[in-house]
């Protein structure tokens, strides 16, 4: 058995169960004449955020009729030697995010699952459903998460940040304190939370500073700032069954990110206005009118380390390329690793995907009851598979 924990799949009909209010607001996805995603006509589009650069539609993979066309995707599959697979929508193609009206966005959220619900019905034993929910209407994302798992979803989908329409630099999840809500039912309903890149063009690099002289080598990882701020927020410690699964990012962060992080959890408060302050990283002080917010709002809220974390409420799609996977394995264990192709986006020489399974298989570096972890074990546990 081998499932894929990260595939993209655009139904043609994605939109067109928003509900006639919404047809004329609604996105209305566009095809060539061979059936290929082209465009997205989108008169309800949220304003530009000044300073944004998003990506356009149709995205990576528009070119693979196996992104819109199931019965393509499930022969690619049968060749892949891969038994079942987890529907990602291509979130750049569908235009997609938390920033439109909450109405609509909610709306464009129902009716994609319901566009997907048709074929998992239809294809139970080969499709796995994760839904999507438009958080910008917190409420109304807890009864479409619920409404998700009465129908057979067996995850929700989330952006890996919230971005938002005040500035072009993306927020962290574990700041956004009204959506603890969300979380917090999502762990009543043990239901996995999938974080996925969108392209919303909500970046730190959009910093002039990072833009002169390769500087944006140095820029914070949106996606990974969000992980961790689920930790420091003390998010998973008001609620630890919660289950992420941070995707497509690999596996050679994770080690030196966790590193830094539980060597410096439990450090005091330095004083950086202080000549004899440590040299090395640790979480600032600034006294008096200079200090922007409060000490307490400053330092992290988790009780434990952080590596505690990585290794019972975090879970990641793997690169099967990536030479550092069986460290991570090592170092981490098997249980927080889930295959995934990525499938039909492009990856180096357009061809990785399709090797995957071979590279995973042959990796002498891990042990074949890992890799039957890797292959199945992880996802059949966490999406809750009898």
């Known amino acids: 058995m081998i499932i894929d924990c990260d595939t993209h799949f655009l139904p043609r009909d994605a939109y067109d169960y928003t509900g006639p209010e919404w047809d004329a607001l609604r996105p209305h996805l566009k095809f060539d004449a061979n059936g290929l995603h082209t465009a997205v006509e989108f008169s309800g589009a949220p304003p530009e955020v000044p300073g944004a650069t998003p990506l356009p539609p149709p995205g990576s993979g528009s070119r693979h009729s196996g992104l819109y066309d199931i019965e393509v995707r499930l022969r690619d599959y049968a060749k892949l030697g891969i038994d079942r697979q987890f529907l990602f929508p291509p979130l750049t193609g569908t235009a997609f995010s938390y920033l439109p009206d909450a109405a609509l966005g909610t709306a464009m959220a129902h009716s994609w699952n319901l566009a997907v619900l048709k074929h998992l019905r239809a294809y139970p034993q080969q499709l796995i459903g994760g839904a999507l929910v438009a958080l910008q209407d917190v409420n109304a994302s807890i009864r479409e998460m619920e409404w998700a798992q009465e129908a057979g979803f067996r995850a929700v989908i989330l952006d890996k940040?919230?971005?938002v329409r005040e500035h072009c630099f993306s927020e962290?999840?574990?700041?956004?304190?009204?959506?603890?809500?969300?979380?917090?039912?999502?762990e009543q309903l043990k239901m996995p939370v999938f974080l996925h890149n969108i392209q919303h063009g909500h970046r730190m690099t959009n910093l002039m500073n990072y833009?002169?002289?390769?500087?944006?080598?140095?820029?914070?990882?949106?996606?990974q700032m969000s992980l961790v701020s689920l930790i420091t927020s003390g998010l998973l410690d008001d609620f630890p069954g919660l289950q992420f699964v941070f995707t497509e990012a690999g596996v050679s962060f994770i080690k030196p990110l966790v590193q830094h992080l539980d060597a410096v959890f439990n450090d005091e408060v330095v004083d950086y206005e202080s000549e004899d302050a440590a040299p090395r990283f640790n979480y600032r002080k600034l006294s008096g009118g200079k200090r922007i917010v409060s000490e307490a709002?400053?330092?992290?809220?988790?009780?434990?380390a952080?590596?505690?974390?990585?290794?019972?409420?975090?879970?990641?799609?793997?690169e099967t390329e990536e030479p550092e996977l069986a460290e991570a394995v090592r170092l981490f264990g098997a249980t927080q690793f889930l295959f995934a192709t990525d499938y039909p986006h492009d990856d180096?020489?357009?061809?990785?995907?399709?090797?995957?399974?071979?590279?995973?298989?042959?990796?002498?570096?891990?042990?074949?009851?890992?890799?039957?972890?890797?292959?199945?074990?992880?996802a059949e546990r966490l999406l809750r598979f009898a």
């Open 211 to 223: 833009q002169f002289n390769g500087l944006d080598v140095m820029a914070p990882q949106e996606g």
């Open 161 to 163: 940040v919230y971005p």
């Open 172 to 186: 962290p999840f574990g700041n956004r304190r009204e959506l603890w809500p969300f979380f917090a039912r999502a």
């Open 348 to 378: 180096p020489g357009g061809r990785m995907k399709y090797r995957d399974v071979e590279l995973l298989r042959a990796n002498q570096d891990i042990a074949e009851d890992a890799k039957a972890l890797l292959w199945h074990g992880n």
């Open 306 to 318: 952080p590596g505690h974390y990585f290794k019972t409420n975090l879970f990641f799609t793997i």
């Open 297 to 304: 709002d400053y330092k992290p809220k988790n009780k434990r």
